[in-house]
């Protein structure tokens, strides 16, 4: 099962954790694990090539950590929480569907 923690400071989506293979199939052949992958790397993407924002990001196999730094203000906090929030509608929609292969949860760090 992949889990996601969502983290929050102070009510503001900041960055996630990302942990495990869903297991819904075997390695080459996971559409849910390519799924989330896929929405949690473009977020990735968004916020650290698009926003520009600095950010605490790393990624290795089965794992993807991503936290805003905290010189993100004003209208690049705005936009990196805006991607921050589209992929977590994202992953909730495959969640739905898949939920005994992904489980997100919320943190306030």
Known sequence: M???TVLYKHGALIGFDAKGHTGYA????????AAVSAVT???????TELVKAECAFEVSDGELHL?????????QLKQAELILETMLMG???IET???????IEKREV
Do not use: F, H, N, P
């Open 26 to 33: 075997d390695r080459g052949e996971d559409i849910v694990c």
């Open 91 to 93: 992953l909730r929609s």
């Open 97 to 103: 569907e898949y939920s005994d292969y992904l489980k």
């Open 41 to 47: 790397q473009t977020a990735a993407i968004g916020i």
């Open 67 to 75: 936290m805003l730094g905290s010189s993100v203000k004003g209208e």
């Open 2 to 4: 992949t889990v996601i």
